[in-house]
Structure formats: C-alpha cells, structure tokens
C-alpha cells in the first residue's frame, strides 16, 4: 500500500457524515455544559445527565453528590451575621465579607491542627506541621492569624498558607498589611511605606483577597471550638462582639457602666490586678460570663496574640502564641483532644518591645 492509500484511509472514518454530526453536537454540547458549570459546577452536573437523555446517548452512572461533596461546592462559606454593624476594621480596612466563619463537619478533616502566631515564621510554621506528621488528606489546618510581621517571610506565609487551603482568622497584624496595601487607616497619603511593611509589595491580587476574606472567628462547632485571634468579651454573645475587641484585647476590666458581668477590653497587661486575662474571667464559674442567647460559653476557645504570656491555659480557653518571632516557639494544639505540640524557632528575629504591636 502506497502513503497516499494509507493518509485517505486513516482520515476516511472522520468524513463519515454521522461521525462528523455527533462530534459537532458533542463538542456544543461540551461547551454549552462548561459555560453552565463555570458558575453553577454542581448544578452543570446535575443538569448533564438531562441534556444525555434528550440526545439519546447514555447516562453515566455517577451522581453529582459523588463527585462534588457539599464541602467542595460551598463557593459561599457557611457563617454568621455580625450583629455589632461595623463597617471597618479598627486599622481602617473594610470588614470582612463574613465575620463570623464557620466550619462544618463536612469541612473539618480527621484532625484540626490549630497553629498560633506565626509572624512570618514560615520555616518554623513548615518544622512545625512535619512534626505534628500533617498530611492535606487527614489534615485541616487553621491559623489564630498575625501571619506577618516582625519574622522573615511575611509574604511568603501568607502565599504558603492560602495556596495549602489553610484557614485564618483575622489578627491585628493581617488587618495592619491591608491598611498598608491599601494605604487606609494610620497609612493614609503615605507613598513610601515603613520599612517593616515592605513585604505587602509582594503580595499578589491573591494573597490581599484571601488576607481581605479573613473572618474574625470561626466556629469549629462540631469540636465545641471557637478560633479568635485575642479574644472576646466576656458576657457577650459571639454576633454582638466587636473587631477590636476580637483583634486586640489581653485583659478585661469592669465596666463602670453596664451593670453587674459586663466587662471591658483592655490591650495591656496590667501589674497591679485592675485587670485579668480575659481568657481566665472568660473561664469562670458563673452566670456572668453566660452570654445569653448564641452565647460561646460552652465552647472552648483558642487564642493567639498574648506573647508575653505564652501558653495560657485555662477551663475554657487556650493560648497559643508562644513567641516564635521573638526566638521563643511555636506552638500547635490538635484537635478532636489536648495534645498540643511545639519547635524552637530558628531564631530570635525580634527583640520584644512593649506589648501594643505582639
Ligand atoms: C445592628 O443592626 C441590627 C439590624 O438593623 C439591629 O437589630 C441591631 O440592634 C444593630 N446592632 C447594634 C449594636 O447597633
Ligand atoms: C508522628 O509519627 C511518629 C512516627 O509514627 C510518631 O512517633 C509520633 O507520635 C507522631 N506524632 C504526632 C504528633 O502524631
Ligand atoms: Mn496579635
């Protein structure tokens, strides 16, 4: 058989007018499917075994539950509404589209590695996942936030956490970058940023939509756990709780308003007992720290942001931030249990100065 012969009878099957006919009604139909998919995905599936049907060609027998779990589909995060109506972060930034995350049962892998302020600690972050024998199939990984900062690797953590499919809550010094990104708040008419924020430049579109989405708490209910960065108030139910507060506080104060059990928020950590932890009051036996309705209270939360005083453990909540930027640790606590577990930091990148900025 000669070349030619072989060409003509290697393209012949493709003139065939049905062959032709079903390709082309094929591929509109391919097109037509990821058009649909592109915003529905779950929906384009369940869709695909009707537009089959209609064409007379046969019905694959998955089903769209088995392809797409509920967990994969949730374009929209399951939340709750904040009641306090704030429409920016105390740094000046707009409130996140969902304030109070949660995540479901769906969500949640085996374990939950809850991990405290990393500051740029990538590294130590990495040391620290290898030992708690992380694996993304049984693994999921959530962050009390402060990824940047005062460590080396600020940008990099962020893009190492977000493209991992990490969770974060919301910390002071991620509300702080976006102020910086967007020269907003204390960075308004600024054109060439302190040093120390130098690493926004390099983050992506990205990386400041992901920092952007960072809840201010997530509700991890099926554990009986709430993340927060610094804290809440006690006495108050989750919607009603304020970003500073969530954000910034170390210890809590009566009100001289307010009434019996209602508490302010302080920064500092004050040494002559004006103040307490508010993880401790929050911990109390006691009718007033029961927030009423939608309360917290019988969840155990785990916190970040308080350096100086390390691992705080208390009844009802536990602090995570054991200094790693500061040549100290960090530290993870593993979840469905109480093992916690920690690794040096390589360094010490920062040398500790007043409490404000930890
Ligand atoms: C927030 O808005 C809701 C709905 O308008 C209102 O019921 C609630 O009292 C507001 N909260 C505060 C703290 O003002
Ligand atoms: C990680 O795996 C090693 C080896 O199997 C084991 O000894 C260690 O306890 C595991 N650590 C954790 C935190 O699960
Ligand atoms: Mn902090």
Redesign the pocket.
């Known amino acids: 058989m000669d070349t030619n012969t072989a060409v003509s009878e290697g393209i012949a099957p493709l003139l065939n007018p049905f062959l032709l006919t079903y390709t082309m009604v094929m591929s509109l139909m391919l097109l037509s499917l990821l058009r649909y998919a592109n915003n529905r995905p779950a929906a384009a599936f369940q869709a695909a075994p009707i537009l089959l049907k209609r064409l007379g060609l046969p019905v694959p027998s998955f089903s769209s539950s088995s392809l797409f779990s509920a967990s994969s589909v949730s374009a929209v995060p399951h939340s709750l509404p904040s009641?306090?109506?704030e429409t920016l972060t105390p740094a000046g930034t707009r409130m996140p589209a969902c304030v109070h995350r949660i995540l479901t049962r769906d969500e949640a892998k085996e374990r939950v590695l809850v991990v405290g302020d990393v500051h740029g600690c990538l590294e130590e972050l990495q040391a620290l996942l290898v030992k708690a024998n992380y694996t993304a199939a049984k693994d999921s990984v959530v962050l009390v936030g402060d990824l940047v900062n005062k460590g080396p690797l600020s940008a990099e953590t962020v893009k190492w956490c977000r493209t991992q499919g990490f969770y974060s809550v919301r910390g002071n010094h991620d509300d702080s970058a976006l102020a910086a990104y967007f020269r907003v708040g204390k960075f308004t008419g600024v054109s060439s940023l302190p040093q120390a924020y130098d690493f926004v430049a390099a983050l992506d579109e990205a990386d400041v939509a992901w920092l952007d989405s960072l809840p201010y708490t997530l509700s991890i209910e099926h554990l009986g756990v709430v993340v927060v960065h610094a804290g809440l108030l006690p006495g108050r139910p989750l919607q009603?709780q304020q970003a500073a507060d969530m954000s910034r506080i170390r210890s809590v104060k009566r009100a001289e308003e307010g009434g019996e059990g209602t508490w302010v928020g302080v920064e500092y950590i004050p040494e002559n007992g004006e103040a307490e932890p508010w993880a401790k009051v929050w911990s109390q036996e006691g009718k007033e720290c029961e927030g009423g309705e939608g309360s917290t209270d019988a969840r155990h939360l785990l916190f970040g942001h308080d350096a100086k005083r390390g691992l705080q453990v208390f009844r009802k909540a536990t602090g995570l931030d054991t200094g790693c930027c500061y040549g100290r640790e960090l530290t993870l606590a593993i979840l469905p249990g109480e093992e916690r577990i920690s690794v040096k930091a390589l360094k010490a990148y920062q040398v500790p100065h007043g409490l404000k900025s930890d």
């Open positions: 009641f306090a109506n009603m």
